[in-house]
Nanobody
């Protein structure tokens, strides 16, 4: 079983920045991909950013140019750098990793953007 723990969420003013961290209980280099999702109240969970094990990244259109997903120097961390935050970025953010057999999820961290 793989455990994931997110941290770094909080309250920030619009235009501000936050960095989310995800610590994984196993080396992320054994994973096919690492993802950040978010779920706003009353909405479906959506994929925000992905990093494929080869290093290729993908972003949801509304966060392109503002969010950056990256792997940490440690072999078990994934980050989501969020800049120029908007009110509509308010959501619970979830880290997810995928290996050939399953997808694993963290418990989520709340990000609230205020005006």
């Amino acid at each position: 079983q793989v455990q994931l723990v997110e941290s770094g969420g909080g309250l920030v003013q619009a235009g501000g920045s936050l960095t989310l961290s995800c610590t994984v209980s196993r080396s992320i280099f054994s994973m096919n991909a690492m993802d950040w999702y978010r779920q706003a109240p009353g909405k479906q969970r959506e994929l925000v950013a992905s990093i494929i094990n080869g290093g290729r990244t993908n972003y949801e259109d509304s966060v392109k140019g503002r969010f950056t997903i990256s792997r940490g120097n440690a072999k078990n961390t994934v980050f989501l750098q969020m800049n120029s935050l908007k009110l509509e970025d308010t959501a619970v953010y979830y880290c997810s990793v995928r290996d050939p057999y399953a997808t694993y999820w963290g418990q989520g961290t709340q990000v609230t953007v205020s005006s």
